[in-house]
C-alpha cells in the first residue's frame, strides 16, 4: 500500500470512529490550528520568504490574518450553522416536522496551490473541519520550502489521522487521485481543473475547482483616474502578479490610455520605489519555469513600463503593455504575473462584447462615478465576483461567496459558504403514525375525487401571506382530515 492510499485509509478510519463529529471536537481542533498562526509565524513567515520573497507582514496581511479571522467567525458561528435549518411546509406536511440537517460529507481532498500557500489550502480545511469531515491535504510541492513547514506543523496541531498531510509533486497527486474521496477540493489553474473533475467522476465524487482566468477591469474615462489606477496597480502587483484574482487586463478608451499609464507608473514608484528589485515589498516569479513563461508574453506587444528582468532571481519589473492587441500573446491565457496589458475601446459597449466573448473570468472589475456603468456591467456580464472601484477586497468579506463560474470554477467558500460546500444539507421529515385519512388520496385505487383533494391540497396556498398561509393551512388541514374520512371511505 503506497502512502498516499495509507494516509486516506487512516482518515477513513478515523472518520469511522464518528470523533470528528461532535461540535467540541471541532472546535478544539479549530483553536489548535488558530494556535499555530500565533505560535509559528517565524517559521512560516520565514518558508514564505523563500519561496516567494514575501516580506513577514506581508505574508501576515494576505495570508495569515485572514485565516485567523476565518477561525474566530466560524468558532463564533459554528453551533448556528451546524443546528437543523427549519424548512417551510406544505398542506399535505402540516403536522410532520421538517427540516435540513447539516452532515459531514466524510473524507475531503483538499489541494492546495503555491501562489498563496496557506490562505488558498487551510481556508477550505477550516471548512472541511467545521462541518466535520476528515481531510487529506496536499500543498503545492511548487512552494518548497511552506509545504516542508505545513508537513511538519499541522501534526503538532490539529489530529494527525483526521487531518493528514501527503506531500509530493505531480506522481503523489495522481496518486491520491486514484482514491476514493467524498469531496474533491482544488485551486489551481482550468487545465489541471479539468483532470481532477475526470478523476473525480470515475468515483462520482463531487468537486469544488477555485479556477482563474484573464479578469477584466475596464476603467471608465468618467471616474478619477488617479484612484482608479492606484487600485488597479496594488491589485495588479500584489504578490508579485501572482494572484487569481488579480487584474489580468485593463480595458479603456484611447483618449485616456496615456493617462492610465502615467498614473500606473506613478503608483509603482510610490509602492516599490524607483528600483522595485530592491524594494521589500515587492515578491519574486515563484521559479525560473514560470519566469521564462511570463516573459515570452511581451513579445509581441509594446512596453509602456518596465519590462527589465533577472531570470536568475526570478525577477520581472512591474510591467505596463500598451495598444495591445486581442490577438497579442499575452491575451492568450492567464498571465499570473506583473505584466499588466492596456487594450482600448470605444466604450463600455464595446469592453462588454470584449469581455463577453471571452470564457467567464473569476472577478470582474469596473472604475467608474456612474452608477449606471456598474449596473450594466453586473446585469451584461457573467463573472465569479464583481467589485466596483477596488480590486481584490471582495475576498476578504467572509459573508460573500468566493468561486467561479464556467471556465473560472465551480462551487464556493468562505464563511458560512465553506460549511455548506463541504457538508451534505440533508432533508429530512418525520412524520406521526396518525391522521391516515389525508393519505388516502394517494394509495389506489386512484380515482378523480382523489385527484381532486390532491390538487386542493398541493395548489391552494397559492397567493397567501405568511400567517394567512398558516392559520389558512391549519384550518384547511382539519377540514379535509375530517372531509377525507368521510369521502374517500
Same mark, same amino acid.
Given at each position: 500500500m503506497s502512502r498516499e492510499q495509507q494516509a486516506v485509509a487512516r482518515a477513513r478510519k478515523a472518520f469511522e470512529t464518528g470523533r470528528s463529529r461532535p461540535l467540541e471536537h471541532r472546535i478544539r481542533q479549530l483553536r489548535n490550528l488558530q494556535r499555530l498562526f500565533t505560535e509559528r509565524q517565524k517559521e512560516i513567515a520565514d518558508a514564505t520568504k523563500k519561496d516567494?520573497?514575501?516580506?513577514?507582514?506581508?505574508?501576515?496581511?494576505?495570508? $495569515?490574518?485572514?485565516?485567523?479571522?476565518? %477561525?474566530?467567525? *466560524?468558532?463564533?458561528?459554528? !453551533?448556528?450553522?451546524? =443546528?437543523? !435549518?427549519?424548512?417551510?411546509?406544505?398542506?399535505?406536511?402540516?403536522?410532520? $416536522?421538517?427540516?435540513?440537517?447539516?452532515?459531514?460529507?466524510? @473524507?475531503?481532498?483538499?489541494?492546495?496551490?503555491?501562489?498563496?500557500?496557506?490562505? @488558498? $489550502?487551510?481556508?477550505?480545511?477550516?471548512?472541511?473541519?467545521?462541518?466535520?469531515?476528515?481531510a487529506v491535504i496536499k500543498p503545492s510541492e511548487v512552494c518548497v520550502h511552506t509545504a516542508k513547514v505545513m508537513e511538519d506543523l499541522l501534526p503538532l496541531y490539529i489530529d494527525k489521522e483526521l487531518y493528514p498531510v501527503v506531500s509530493g509533486g505531480v506522481a503523489e497527486t495522481q496518486e491520491l487521485l486514484r482514491q476514493r474521496f467524498d &469531496?474533491? #477540493? +482544488?485551486? /489551481?489553474?482550468?487545465? @489541471?481543473?479539468?483532470?481532477?473533475?475526470?478523476? =473525480?467522476?470515475?468515483?462520482? *465524487?463531487?468537486?469544488?475547482?477555485?479556477?482563474? /482566468?484573464?479578469?477584466?477591469? +475596464?476603467?471608465?474615462?468618467?471616474?478619477?483616474?488617479?484612484?482608479?489606477?492606484?487600485?488597479?496597480?496594488w491589485g495588479k502587483y500584489t504578490n508579485c502578479g501572482q494572484t487569481c484574482i488579480a487584474p489580468d487586463y485593463i480595458l479603456c478608451e484611447p483618449s485616456i490610455q496615456d493617462r492610465v499609464i502615467a498614473e500606473i507608473k506613478k503608483s509603482i514608484k510610490d509602492f516599490y520605489t524607483e528600483n522595485p528589485k530592491t524594494c521589500p515589498d +515587492?515578491?519574486?516569479?515563484?521559479?525560473?519555469? &514560470? &519566469?521564462?513563461?511570463?516573459?515570452?508574453?511581451?513579445?509581441?506587444?509594446?512596453?509602456?513600463?518596465?519590462?527589465?528582468?533577472?531570470?536568475?532571481?526570478?525577477?520581472?519589473?512591474?510591467?505596463?503593455?500598451?495598444?495591445?492587441?486581442?490577438?497579442?500573446? @499575452?491575451?492568450?491565457?492567464?498571465? #499570473?504575473?506583473?505584466?499588466?496589458?492596456?487594450?482600448?475601446?470605444?466604450?463600455?459597449?464595446?469592453?462588454?462584447? #470584449? %469581455?463577453? !466573448?471571452?470564457?467567464?473570468?473569476?472577478?470582474? +472589475?469596473? #472604475?467608474?462615478?456612474?452608477?449606471?456603468?456598474?449596473?450594466?456591467?453586473?446585469?451584461? *456580464?457573467?463573472s465569479g465576483g464583481l467589485v466596483a472601484n477596488d480590486c481584490l477586497v471582495h475576498y476578504s468579506v467572509s459573508s460573500l461567496p468566493f468561486g467561479g463560474v464556467g471556465n473560472s470554477g465551480m462551487g464556493c467558500y468562505h464563511g458560512k459558504f465553506s460549511f455548506d460546500q463541504l457538508s451534505h444539507l440533508r432533508g429530512c421529515l418525520i412524520k406521526q403514525l396518525k391522521m391516515e385519512g389525508v393519505n388516502s388520496m394517494r394509495y389506489p385505487p386512484h380515482t378523480p375525487k382523489k385527484l381532486g383533494w390532491a390538487r386542493f391540497f398541493i395548489l391552494s396556498t397559492g397567493g397567501l401571506g405568511r400567517m394567512g398561509r398558516l392559520l389558512g393551512l391549519a384550518i384547511v388541514a382539519v377540514v379535509a382530515a375530517i372531509v377525507l374520512q368521510r369521502s374517500l371511505f
Open positions: 516567494l520573497n514575501r516580506s513577514d507582514v506581508g505574508t501576515q496581511l494576505y495570508e $495569515t490574518l485572514g485565516l485567523e479571522g476565518e %477561525i474566530e467567525l *466560524t468558532v463564533s458561528k459554528l !453551533r448556528e450553522w451546524a =443546528a437543523p !435549518r427549519p424548512a417551510e411546509k406544505n398542506l399535505l406536511t402540516l403536522s410532520d $416536522t421538517v427540516y435540513i440537517k447539516p452532515e459531514p460529507l466524510g @473524507v475531503v481532498l483538499i489541494i492546495g496551490a503555491w501562489n498563496y500557500p496557506w490562505a @488558498v $489550502t487551510i481556508q477550505p480545511l477550516i471548512g472541511a473541519i467545521a462541518a466535520g469531515n476528515a &469531496h474533491i #477540493f +482544488y485551486t /489551481g489553474n482550468s487545465a @489541471v481543473g479539468k483532470i481532477i473533475m475526470e478523476a =473525480a467522476a470515475k468515483n462520482l *465524487t463531487p468537486v469544488t475547482l477555485e479556477l482563474g /482566468g484573464k479578469s477584466p477591469c +475596464y476603467i471608465d474615462k468618467s471616474c478619477d483616474i488617479s484612484i482608479a489606477c492606484r487600485r488597479a496597480t +515587492y515578491g519574486r516569479i515563484i521559479n525560473q519555469r &514560470h &519566469h521564462r513563461r511570463i516573459m515570452a508574453m511581451l513579445e509581441d506587444s509594446t512596453v509602456a513600463a518596465g519590462g527589465d528582468s533577472d531570470e536568475s532571481d526570478c525577477y520581472i519589473a512591474p510591467t505596463v503593455l500598451r495598444d495591445v492587441k486581442p490577438g497579442a500573446k @499575452v491575451m492568450q491565457e492567464e498571465i #499570473f504575473g506583473p505584466v499588466l496589458p492596456i487594450l482600448t475601446v470605444s466604450g463600455l459597449d464595446e469592453a462588454i462584447q #470584449f %469581455i463577453n !466573448r471571452r470564457e467567464k473570468p473569476l472577478a470582474l +472589475y469596473v #472604475f467608474t462615478s456612474d452608477n449606471k456603468v456598474v449596473q450594466r456591467m453586473r446585469d451584461e *456580464t457573467s
